[in-house]
């Protein structure tokens, strides 16, 4: 049997949170639409059900859901599923902690979420989430870890057009790597952080992949509520409801900053919003100690934009110098709406080594463009393009491929280990 664990919330911290920042940005922009595509306001059947990762990948996974209020009783029920048509019959049965939320329309609903934390490793399973007659569907997942070899995706912003347009990433991206451990978002999933029925849409476009495969989310600047000047003054009330991530990272950025260690990779999630001298100390600390073979680590905001008249000084100074020192493998960002790559990203500040190996991509998934800048770090660039990325951890190499709507392939290159301790990057790979 199961141990159950709750995920710790409370309703006064949400409802409060709500009322002091509700008023604070356009009414407007954060107003659904007169003519939805989709239902987005709560019902008594469970929406927007999305999966992650607890602390330990190995046996924990974190459940997250949506009712009416009414609906204050939840309950998730799990099985091991061995293939008989009676796998559900006896499930294992968690009671969900719950939280109200009101949204600037005054309509309410209750969110849910139950930590499940001793699951066996290499296992499959079904499990549903909901209470009386109103149940989602069976919803099957797996709990294997390739140690020395797994995939994962990697989608840049999504931002707008999500039920129209970037639905047709995920589904590409679903087909083209359905073996895939976990998919990878860089932030900026909607536009107006307040908007339910952006969030509506993002749910309804992610829904082929996010409630059976964990999901791993950083916030972007459209997460986040702003006033009538344009700055951010708090993360957008939805984000805490919706998305439950590993309490591993810095008190003051709990949710939004955090690690995952998957297979013989150090995963590092941090928050390019805010506080970013305070993630320093945090960020060295996982990169000094750190026993994985490959490192990864993904924010927002690009440490050198790839788009035209932008600048990232606070990353570019405080986080580039421990990238280079502890030569990460890997920094995925999104932010500039453009498609770039490079391992040569020279800061031109002459206060660290530039030479460390370190690889840097953007991406964007959504349909919003900008247009590209002519930087020199980039050796590989593209602007109006939509793209997902499969990314393949092996024992002594890291691939990487980024991937067209129409699942056609558009840039391909290969991180491997060396001697010197500088990673070597192969590109110009025949396909």
């Given at each position: 049997?199961?141990?159950?664990?709750?995920?710790?919330?409370?309703?006064?911290?949400?409802?409060?949170?709500?009322?002091?920042?509700?008023?604070?940005?356009?009414?407007?922009?954060?107003?659904?639409?007169?003519?939805?595509?989709?239902?987005?306001?709560?019902?008594?059947?469970?929406?927007?059900?999305?999966?992650?990762?607890?602390?330990?990948?190995?046996?924990?996974?974190?459940?997250?859901?949506?009712?009416?209020?009414?609906?204050?009783?939840?309950?998730?029920?799990?099985?091991?599923?061995?293939?008989?048509?009676?796998?559900?019959?006896?499930?294992?049965?968690?009671?969900?902690?719950?939280?109200?939320?009101?949204?600037?329309?005054?309509?309410?609903?209750?969110?849910?979420?139950?930590?499940?934390?001793?699951?066996?490793?290499?296992?499959?399973?079904?499990?549903?989430?909901?209470?009386?007659?109103?149940?989602?569907?069976?919803?099957?997942?797996?709990?294997?870890?390739?140690?020395?070899?797994?995939?994962?995706?990697?989608?840049?912003?999504?931002?707008?057009?999500?039920?129209s347009l970037w639905s047709r990433?995920?589904?590409?991206?679903?087909?083209?790597?359905?073996?895939?451990?976990?998919?990878?978002?860089?932030?900026?999933?909607?536009?107006?952080?307040?908007?339910?029925?952006?969030?509506?849409?993002?749910?309804?476009?992610?829904?082929?992949?996010?409630?059976?495969?964990?999901?791993?989310?950083?916030?972007?600047?459209?997460?986040?509520?702003?006033?009538?000047?344009?700055?951010?003054?708090?993360?957008?009330?939805?984000?805490?409801?919706?998305f439950n991530f590993p309490q591993?990272?810095?008190?003051?950025?709990?949710?939004?900053?955090?690690?995952?260690?998957?297979?013989?990779?150090?995963?590092?999630?941090?928050?390019?919003?805010?506080?970013?001298?305070?993630?320093?100390?945090?960020?060295?600390?996982?990169?000094?100690?750190?026993?994985?073979?490959?490192?990864?680590?993904?924010?927002?905001?690009?440490?050198?934009?790839?788009?035209?008249?932008?600048?990232?000084?606070?990353?570019?100074?405080?986080?580039?110098?421990?990238?280079?020192?502890?030569?990460?493998?890997?920094?995925?960002?999104?932010?500039?709406?453009?498609?770039?790559?490079?391992?040569?990203?020279?800061?031109?500040?002459?206060?660290?080594?530039?030479?460390?190996?370190?690889?840097?991509?953007?991406?964007?998934?959504?349909?919003?463009?900008?247009?590209?800048?002519?930087?020199?770090?980039?050796?590989?660039?593209?602007?109006?393009?939509?793209?997902?990325?499969?990314?393949?951890?092996?024992?002594?190499?890291?691939?990487?491929?980024?991937?067209?709507?129409?699942?056609?392939?558009?840039?391909?290159?290969?991180?491997?280990?060396?001697?010197?301790?500088?990673?070597?990057?192969?590109?110009?790979?025949?396909?």
């Amino acid at each position: 049997m199961f141990k159950e664990i709750f995920i710790k919330s409370a309703i006064f911290t949400y409802v409060v949170f709500f009322y002091s920042l509700s008023f604070s940005q356009s009414l407007e922009k954060n107003t659904p639409t007169e003519n939805p595509q989709i239902p987005f306001k709560a019902s008594a059947i469970p929406d927007r059900l999305i999966m992650g990762f607890g602390e330990n990948p190995y046996s924990e996974r974190v459940f997250t859901w949506r009712t009416i209020t009414a609906e204050a009783t939840q309950e998730l029920q799990i099985a091991q599923n061995d293939g008989s048509v009676d796998f559900y019959k006896d499930p294992d049965i968690f009671n969900a902690k719950s939280v109200l939320f009101v949204s600037l329309q005054k309509d309410s609903a209750r969110y849910h979420s139950v930590k499940i934390e001793n699951l066996i490793p290499n296992s499959s399973y079904s499990y549903r989430v909901g209470s009386g007659d109103n149940w989602s569907s069976w919803i099957d997942f797996d709990t294997n870890i390739l140690e020395e070899s797994f995939k994962f995706i990697y989608l840049g912003d999504a931002q707008s057009d999500l039920y129209s347009l970037w639905s047709r990433v995920v589904q590409s991206a679903s087909k083209k790597a359905p073996d895939a451990k976990f998919v990878m978002h860089v932030g900026d999933l909607i536009n107006h952080s307040q908007n339910d029925y952006e969030w509506a849409e993002w749910f309804w476009a992610g829904s082929s992949m996010i409630n059976s495969v964990p999901q791993i989310i950083v916030p972007g600047n459209h997460e986040y509520v702003k006033n009538e000047k344009g700055e951010k003054i708090g993360i957008s009330p939805l984000w805490n409801p919706h998305f439950n991530f590993p309490q591993n990272g810095p008190k003051e950025l709990a949710n939004t900053a955090y690690s995952v260690d998957y297979g013989n990779c150090r995963f590092i999630m941090l928050n390019s919003n805010e506080q970013i001298e305070n993630q320093v100390s945090w960020l060295e600390g996982k990169l000094k100690d750190n026993p994985h073979t490959w490192t990864v680590v993904m924010f927002h905001h690009p440490v050198i934009s790839a788009a035209e008249g932008r600048i990232n000084e606070g990353v570019l100074r405080n986080w580039k110098p421990l990238l280079d020192k502890y030569k990460v493998d890997l920094v995925l960002q999104g932010h500039d709406h453009v498609y770039a790559r490079g391992n040569k990203v020279d800061s031109e500040l002459n206060e660290w080594d530039e030479a460390s190996g370190t690889v840097y991509v953007v991406s964007v998934a959504g349909r919003k463009m900008y247009p590209i800048s002519n930087h020199p770090w980039m050796q590989k660039k593209a602007q109006n393009l939509q793209t997902f990325q499969v990314i393949s951890v092996e024992t002594n190499k890291i691939v990487f491929e980024s991937f067209k709507t129409d699942g056609s392939l558009f840039d391909k290159f290969e991180i491997k280990k060396t001697s010197s301790g500088i990673n070597e990057l192969i590109e110009n790979l025949n396909y």
